[in-house]
């Protein structure tokens, strides 16, 4: 269940940083206010999904290792 769940935030942070690229609200990556953001529509697109309301306030996932071409939670 933890894997499911960890995919399923991937998805929708994934979803949600290429709509925040496309609709160009923030340019610059070294900032992590960018993730803060898309962070927060992830979990709560999460939870609208499964039902579930515990999960982390923050991402634990380091913004290097997201933008890593070859990274997977």
Not at 36 to 53: H, N, P, R, S, V
Request: proline letters at 3%; hydrophobic letters at 45%.
């Amino acid at each position: 269940m933890v894997n499911n769940l960890r995919k399923l935030l991937w998805k929708f942070l994934g979803i949600n940083f290429y709509n925040f690229l496309k609709n160009k609200k923030h340019t610059n990556l070294k900032d992590a206010e960018w993730l803060d953001i898309i962070w927060g529509d992830a979990i709560y697109q999460a939870a609208k999904e499964t039902g579930l309301e515990d999960f982390p306030e923050t991402c634990s996932w380091a913004v290097e290792d997201i933008l890593a071409q070859d990274w997977l939670p």
